[in-house]
């Protein structure tokens, strides 16, 4: 399998604004036609302000455009969409840009070899408006803060801000993979039996909710948490095999809050995506499933960041932000 790692200098940010500007040049959308931002990242630039506002700068947009930080990862492009349908449906906009995205490898120390070889780094940027043709959207989302604890990374905030003892933190397991404070730790173990428990219902739940039958769906876009883990929804759920890929954890990793929009634009660019579910589960412990119409989609697939060679590096950032705070 491959992966993509983002670079120490890279953000998610970064990433989603590249991916914005494409999406845009693309679709010939002007900064000014953009009425909402919303930006679903769990990795942020920095522990404040949030991203939305810094892409919102980045890609110029309108100062009557509201932008918003969602902090969630694996379910995330779910609950953006579905927030951004609300928002579209209710007239408060008529249409907004959807940035997803997460680095889960970046974050992962390397020489972990149960967690480093099942994430890659990636984000997305998605456009939506409100149309007058009859186009449903039919969500069904969940949470279970109970299991809070299972997927989380303890250091770095109010709670536990770093000190000089966590900095140095490092911890080994029975098999000698390695944690610090820097990075996030998952129960493997719990988060499947977890998985297993909600993604294949939630299948259900929602085919029903849309009123369809399995037959009737061309895609099912199931998160990439991983090649076995997606098989056995997928058999549980008695979803066809062939229009619920797996091979996409193959060719990217786990992409967290990125994975089942990855799944999207890795299919084919003439392939006739109308009855679309997306499934997806993980940190919180949250869920999310949506089944849409994709008819007419512009799918923009999959392309590889390339970073300008003009940007800071680390000493020059923080050299930035101390004449930044002396005012020079």
């Known amino acids: 399998g491959r992966r993509y790692i983002a670079d ?7 990433l989603a604004v590249d991916a914005a500007r494409k999406l ?55 609950h ?38 099942v994430f890659g780094d990636a984000a997305s940027a998605t456009f939506l408006k409100r149309t007058e043709e009859e186009r449903t959207a039919t969500f069904v989302m969940g949470c279970d803060g109970s299991g809070w604890d299972k997927i989380i990374h303890p250091f770095g905030g109010m709670r536990l801000p770093y000190d000089a003892a966590s900095i140095d933190l490092s911890v080994e397991d029975a098999a000698g993979n390695r944690w610090t404070a820097q ?15 909600v993604a294949p219902s939630l299948l259900a739940e929602i085919i029903a909710a849309a009123g369809w039958k399995k037959e009737d769906v061309d895609l099912f876009a199931i998160h990439q948490a991983n090649k076995q883990i997606v098989e056995n929804v ?53 869920w999310g499933a949506t089944a ?23 000493e020059q950032q923080i050299e930035h932000w101390i004449k930044h705070f002396k005012g020079e």
């Open 234 to 286: 997928i058999e549980k759920a008695e979803i066809p095999a062939e229009k619920a890929p797996t091979d996409v954890f193959s060719k990217y990793a786990n992409n967290s809050t990125n994975s089942v929009v990855m799944v999207l634009c890795d299919q084919p660019e003439n392939a006739e995506l109308k009855k679309t579910i997306f499934c997806a589960f993980g940190i919180g412990l949250s």
């Open 24 to 78: 845009m040049s693309e679709m010939s959308l002007a900064a000014g036609d953009i009425e909402l931002l919303i930006f679903v990242n769990q990795k942020p630039d920095f522990p404040e302000p949030c991203d939305a506002c810094i892409a919102h700068g980045e890609l110029g947009l309108r100062k009557s455009c509201p932008s918003l930080d969602i902090n969630l990862g694996c379910s995330g492009y779910v």
């Open 292 to 314: 849409v119409d994709l008819t007419g989609l512009y799918n923009g697939g999959i392309s590889t960041y390339v970073p300008p060679v003009n940007r800071m590096n680390r």
């Open 80 to 117: 953006g969409l579905w927030i951004a349908h609300a928002m579209i449906a209710s007239g408060a906009v008529s249409n907004c840009l959807l940035l997803v995205g997460d680095l889960c490898a970046r974050a992962t120390d390397q020489t972990n070899r149960k967690a480093a070889q």
């Open 183 to 197: 990075q996030g730790m998952m129960k493997g173990e719990d988060v499947f039996n977890f998985t297993m428990e």
């Open 8 to 14: 120490e200098n890279t953000t998610v940010t970064d």
